[in-house]
C-alpha cells in the first residue's frame, strides 16, 4: 500500500504564505505525477497544481504566480508553496500522486492525503 502524509497549512492573514508538504511512503515504484487539490465547503474539488515527473507543471489560473510547486524525487516528496494569500483560498487542501507499483505495469494508481486546512482571514 501507499500512503500520502501530508503537513502544513494552518491559519494565515491575507498577504501571507504557507508551505504544505506531501510525502509518499509505501511500495512505490515510481510516481509519475505529483499534485496539490483544494476544496472549499459547498464548492467541488479542483486542482490547484500539478507537477510531472519530467518536471512539467501546470496550475490554476487563480493561483499562478503567487503559488509554486516542487518535487524531491528522492524523497517521494512535494510542495506547494503559497504566497500573497487571500480569504478566497481557504480551502481544505489534498495532494494527490499517480503511482506506478511495479516495472511490470504502467497503470496508474491514484492516491490522496488526509487534507489540511489553510484559512486565510484577519
Known amino acids: 500500500q501507499v500512503q500520502l502524509v501530508e503537513s502544513g497549512g494552518g491559519l494565515v492573514q491575507p498577504g501571507g504564505s504557507l508551505r504544505l508538504s506531501c510525502a509518499a511512503s509505501?511500495?512505490?515504484?515510481?510516481?509519475?505525477?505529483m499534485g496539490w487539490y483544494r476544496q472549499a465547503p459547498g464548492s467541488p474539488r479542483e486542482l490547484v497544481a500539478r507537477?510531472?515527473?519530467?518536471?512539467?507543471?501546470n496550475y490554476e489560473d487563480s493561483v499562478k504566480g503567487r503559488f509554486t510547486i516542487s518535487r524531491d524525487n528522492a524523497k517521494n516528496t512535494w510542495y506547494l508553496q503559497m504566497n500573497g494569500l487571500q480569504p478566497e483560498d481557504t480551502a481544505v487542501y489534498y495532494c494527490?500522486?499517480?503511482?506506478?507499483?511495479?516495472?511490470?505495469?504502467?497503470?496508474?494508481?491514484?492516491?490522496w492525503g488526509q487534507g489540511a486546512q489553510v484559512t486565510v482571514s484577519s
Open positions: 494527490n500522486a499517480l503511482v506506478l507499483l511495479s516495472s511490470l505495469s504502467s497503470y496508474e494508481y491514484t492516491y
Open positions: 509505501g511500495s512505490v515504484f515510481s510516481i509519475n505525477a
Open positions: 507537477i510531472t515527473n519530467r518536471g512539467s507543471t
